[in-house]
């Protein structure tokens, strides 16, 4: 059995900044398009794990249908592990939302988890938890 390439960091910070490009700018279509329908997504806002992409499309849609939107979303002190087949990526996310009670900033860690894909990386697992308060300041 041969092993399968270890994607480069640049490759992983690409899929990665493609995933926080179009979650900033609320673009329904293509943050899901960069996740497999099978991924599993952990988030410390909801009660429970979602399952596959189609549970977390249909959270989204609640999201915007209530008024909710993305403002602003940044990314910091990125950190890749690749493997061969895929990597991990963990960085520090600022996010700033508009919800119809006004607009919202937060500052979080996130784990993606990606696998190899043809040519491409493709994510598999989302996981958002709050940054620490001593972090945070």
């Known amino acids: 059995m041969s092993s399968p390439e270890i994607p480069s960091r ?39 794990r979602l399952d596959d992409r189609a549970a977390y499309e249909r959270l989204w849609a609640e999201w915007v249908e209530g008024g909710w939107r993305v403002v ?20 520090s996310v600022d996010t700033t939302v508009e919800t119809p009670d006004g607009g919202e900033s937060y500052r979080e860690r996130e784990t993606i988890v990606f696998r190899a894909d043809a ?15 001593a972090d945070a300041a």
Request: hydrophobic residues 45%; aromatic residues 10%; glycine residues 2%.
């Open 10 to 48: 640049d490759e992983v910070e690409a899929a990665a900044s493609a995933i926080v490009d179009a979650f900033a700018a609320t673009d329904r279509d293509r943050y899901f398009a960069a996740f497999d329908p099978d991924a599993s997504f952990v988030f410390h806002s909801e009660p429970s």
């Open 72 to 91: 602003s979303c940044t990314s910091s002190d990125r950190h890749v592990q690749a493997y061969p087949g895929g990597a991990v990526f963990t960085h």
């Open 119 to 133: 040519d491409a990386l493709v994510a598999v697992h989302e996981h958002l938890s709050p940054m620490p308060a």
